[in-house]
């Protein structure tokens, strides 16, 4: 005696000869959902739209088995594939999962959670700002909606990868204006100029001391042609190292 079940869940099994149970019936059966079939898997989150280069994008893979069923557990973790590229094209006439993925892959790092319910959460980290398709691939296949278009904004500012040239960085005379630009830049290197006017703030100390001096500042616009460069001009009110 054999049977298929369709459908997950927790059944009661009646074995009857007539109208009469065997002994022990009726059983109590779990049935578990079958393999996750990529095609039929969703995806869902904020994270599927994209993230910036400081914070991990979030999204959710709810797994559905061949029959469009939810599955109610895990173990599939170590099977999913992510990836940025710059370029995808779809062939006319075939199926959504058949997609050609080309150009550059770039470096991507992303932490696949089983919740063991089925459904697993996974962030991923994109170091290099941009438009991008992201892959989501389970077992070698595209899940339903792979790739999709996601945006890598840049990050916060990071002094340590700025970039400062000029000779307003080396001395200046007091009362007399003096200039040096700055190319703002993230932790990753990426260029925040067109979002990072309102972040720099100057700040000027004699030399060892932490005081900071009377002095007159500003943060000009990005300078033209535009190159990433800003331009601070100030002026000290007194003269000192």
């Known amino acids: 005696m054999s049977y298929i079940c369709n459908v997950s869940g927790v059944y009661s099994l009646d074995i009857r000869v007539g109208t009469e149970h065997i002994a022990g019936s009726s059983f109590t059966v779990q049935c578990a959902g079958g393999e996750a079939c990529p095609t039929n898997c969703t995806m869902e989150g ?20 061949e029959y469009g069923f939810l599955r109610d557990q895990g173990g599939e973790s170590s099977a999913f594939y992510l990836a940025l590229t710059n370029e995808a094209k779809w062939y006319k006439g075939t199926f959504p999962s058949m997609v050609d993925i080309r150009g550059k892959a770039h470096e991507l790092e992303f932490k ?37 278009n996601v945006v890598i904004q840049p990050g916060r500012l990071h002094l340590p990868h700025c970039l400062f040239a000029g000779e307003g960085t080396q001395a200046c005379v007091a009362g007399i ?31 060892g001391q932490t005081q900071t001096m009377e002095a007159d500042w500003s943060v000009g616009p990005v300078t033209n042609p535009p190159d990433g460069r800003h331009r601070v001009a100030y002026v000290l009110k007194t003269a000192t190292q």
Do not use: W
Not at 48 to 63: E, R, S
Not at 178 to 190: A, L, M, V, W, Y
Not at 194 to 206: D, G, K, L, V
């Open 112 to 148: 696949p959670k089983d919740n063991g319910d089925g459904t697993y959460t996974i962030e991923y980290y994109g170091r290099k700002a941009g438009s991008y398709y992201l892959t989501v691939l389970l077992s070698g296949t595209h899940l339903r909606g792979s790739p999709m």
């Open 46 to 65: 904020l994270g599927l739209a994209g993230t910036n280069t400081d914070d991990a994008g979030a999204f959710t893979v709810v797994t559905r088995d």
């Open 177 to 207: 204006e003096q200039s040096f630009t700055i190319c703002p830049r993230d932790e990753h290197g990426n260029d925040i100029s067109a979002i990072a006017h309102n972040a720099i703030r100057c700040e000027f100390a004699p030399k």
